[in-house]
């Protein structure tokens, strides 16, 4: 019998040592007025910069990590979607982790809670973060709250005012919230100085946090995009291959959406870097098509250029996604680590428009009964396209694939995303 | 048990010619095993602001590079290698390693050869070994496994191991961590740089096994506060910390 204890990994999993080619290094700009990798000591907790840059393959998870995990219900269900395969009348086997099954709703939380516990050791009081859709932001208020710290959260404007339940969880859980740009900073000061109504963006929220905490000595938790953020995440990957080993299965086809990048690489990487699985397919959103028309470059993760440069597919810092548009994965650019296995042809990309994700998400709530994340929808769209492939040549391979959140705090999303598929 | 390495770098002419020579007419005595000198480039991609700052200054007040390395190597016995990088030099690569030969420079280290050109990584060094210039390289712990065992394999005099992702900013890592990860891989002498201003770090370092560590920044910090002598100074003092191992 195995039990949840055994199923969750004791370590985390860094791909870096297994990547086909190294992965360029964090930079100051050229003649920078200041360095941005100095900055970073007063910006992150100091056991999450260590853990940035002391790459190992396998990071011991602390016990009292590992205990918190196992109090919000890690391991997260890998189930496998019966009925999804019947509607598709598919041979393939298909099934999903399943991460809306942590309190928050999403995986966001598996990050953190190391951070706030690392910060919270270091003697800090307060942490500070950006958030889009909400998921984060609620992530780091209820880790946040776990370890007593106060949390200020800048919420991406269009979203404060569209997500107003996602600010009443974060608030249940005791953080502040704040719609960005705001006028508490000067880089949000700036913005609203250009336009007063602007709705604001991923990276201009997570510029205002970083200055916040600077200008408090307070401290900065990051939501994606840093490899230290994929380690983290890699116990989804490594509890899926415990859990699939236990049901004697081998996976052929791996699939994540692709907002920063942290779900993918958390679920797929401890497959990719001991060579399970034969397919990975990282999917993101037409509306925001970082894969298509992104470049691979040197870029500022945040709209100040407070971070240091990193290279990575982007499709620029000051990217704001379209405003009419409820699909999630607004992020600008795509994580280090995942950029280079895409360019690499390791790792194979989609993009699929927000009508698609919708009729997707809908099978899957017919068939299984979880309304997923509209950000989930994305890698469900890409499973059901695999499967019905799969019909055509009656391949029996299994297909895995990470549902990140689930979507009842987005039916606000669903709401506009209806209205705009009956129009057509 | 060998004699652990003292690779000592300065900017090339910091702070001035005079001083600079100074310098380098002394590091021997003081226990310096092999030279680095770094030409300014025009963009220091890996270096943090104290060394950029270095760049700045030099480049200002130095016309002729060459002439002064020609000179260190009329003065000084130990091994002389060029750092800088080699964007900057990737069109007129043979050029560059013809001056470098003139001025009797005994290898080059390219901090992006590995990252940036990693595709064409071995094309070059083929090209600097056939000029009879040695090719030192530089690895980090960004870097998969299997391109740091072949690099190992590749390197002359020693494998760098650039531990921070920058040089001179003590980013908080675990120093003996990643010496551990890849001591079993590398074959060659492996000498770790990047931020080891710490005794406490020096020591972790060797103890898991380094066969030397590079300094550099604390180096142009004690010429700034000290000078020359200060500098000097500080090399005795690592030079005891390594006599130890």
């Known amino acids: ?424 | 048990m060998s004699k652990k390495y003292l690779v000592a770098y300065m900017t090339l002419g910091y702070p001035n010619v005079n001083d600079f020579y100074k310098f380098i007419d002394n590091i021997e005595d003081f226990g310096v095993d092999i030279l680095e000198i770094g030409i300014p480039p025009k963009y220091a991609k890996y270096d943090g602001p104290v060394i950029r700052k270095t760049y700045k200054i030099v480049s200002n007040n130095i016309k002729n590079y060459y002439e002064i390395l020609y000179e260190v190597k009329q003065r000084i016995k130990i091994p002389v290698v060029i750092l800088t990088y080699l964007e900057e030099y990737v069109d007129k690569l043979g050029d560059f390693l013809l001056k470098l030969k003139e001025s009797r420079v005994d290898g080059v280290l390219f901090p992006d050869l590995l990252i940036d050109y990693v595709d064409e990584y071995e094309k070059y060094v083929n090209l600097i070994k056939n000029e009879g210039i040695k090719t030192v390289l530089f690895t980090a712990p960004l870097m998969p496994d299997d391109l740091i065992i072949k690099a190992s394999k590749l390197t002359d005099l020693f494998l760098y191991y650039g531990v921070r992702p920058t040089t001179g900013v003590v980013i908080p890592i675990s120093i003996d961590s990643l010496i551990n990860r890849i001591r079993t891989m590398v074959q060659s002498k492996l000498v770790v740089g990047f931020g080891l201003n710490s005794i406490e770090d020096i020591k972790k370092a060797m103890s898991v096994g380094a066969d030397g560590i590079a300094v550099g920044t604390s180096l142009i910090e004690e010429v700034d506060k000290n000078g020359v002598n200060g500098a000097l100074e500080l090399i005795k003092k690592l030079r005891g910390v390594l006599d130890e191992y």
Not at chain 1, 58 to 77: L, S
Request: charged share 25%; net charge neutral; aromatic share 10%.
């Open chain 1, 1 to 424: 019998m195995v039990n949840s204890f055994d199923i969750i990994p004791k370590y985390w999993y860094n791909i870096i040592p297994d990547l086909p080619k190294p992965l360029p290094p964090p930079r100051d700009p050229q003649d920078a007025e200041f360095s941005r990798i100095d900055l970073l000591r007063k910006i992150l907790p100091k056991e999450v910069l260590r853990q940035e840059f002391t790459i190992e393959r396998f990071v011991k998870i602390p016990d009292e990590v590992r205990d918190r995990y196992i109090n919000i219900g890690r391991p997260t269900p890998l189930i496998r979607a019966r009925r999804l395969e019947e509607y598709l009348k598919t041979p393939a086997r298909i099934y999903f982790k399943y991460e809306g099954a942590t309190p928050t709703g999403s995986h966001k939380i598996n990050t953190a809670i190391p951070q706030a516990y690392f910060a919270a050791n270091e003697g800090v009081s307060h942490v500070t973060t950006e958030t889009g859709a909400g998921q984060w932001g609620t992530a780091v208020a209820l880790a946040a709250s776990m370890y007593d710290l106060e949390s200020t959260i800048f919420m991406v404007r269009v979203s404060y005012e569209h997500k107003p339940m996602r600010r009443t969880i974060m608030e249940l859980y005791g953080a502040k919230v704040h719609a960005s740009p705001t006028d508490l900073t000067e880089f949000g000061r700036k913005i609203l100085k250009e336009d007063s109504r602007h709705p604001g963006s991923l990276g201009i929220a997570m510029s205002e946090a970083i200055e916040y905490a600077l200008e408090n000595n307070y401290r900065y938790l990051v939501g994606s995009v840093l490899d230290v953020v994929i380690l983290h995440q890699s116990i989804i990957g490594m509890e899926s291959i415990n859990q699939l080993e236990a049901l004697g299965e081998e996976p052929d086809t791996i699939i994540g959406c692709v907002g920063g990048g942290s779900n993918f690489g958390g679920f797929t990487y401890p497959f990719i870097g001991t060579k399970r699985g034969k397919k990975y397919i990282a999917v993101g959103s037409s509306e925001v098509p970082k894969f298509s028309k992104g470049k691979y470059e040197y870029d500022f993760p945040d709209s100040a250029g407070l971070l240091p440069l990193v290279k990575m597919i982007t499709l620029g810092k000051d990217f704001i996604p379209p405003p009419i548009y409820s699909g999630g994965l607004r992020y600008h650019g795509v994580a280090p680590t995942l950029s280079l296995l895409v360019k690499e042809k390791v790792v194979e990309w989609r993009e699929y428009t927000e009508e698609e994700i919708y009729n997707s998400a809908k099978i899957f709530m017919k068939t299984q009964g979880i309304i997923p994340a509209p950000e989930s929808a994305h890698a469900i769209k890409a499973a059901i396209d695999e499967a019905l492939e799969a019909k055509k040549t009656n391949d029996k391979k299994v297909i895995l694939v990470n549902v990140s959140g689930h979507g009842l705090l987005d039916l606000s999303n669903y709401e506009s995303m209806k209205n705009r598929v009956m129009k057509k």
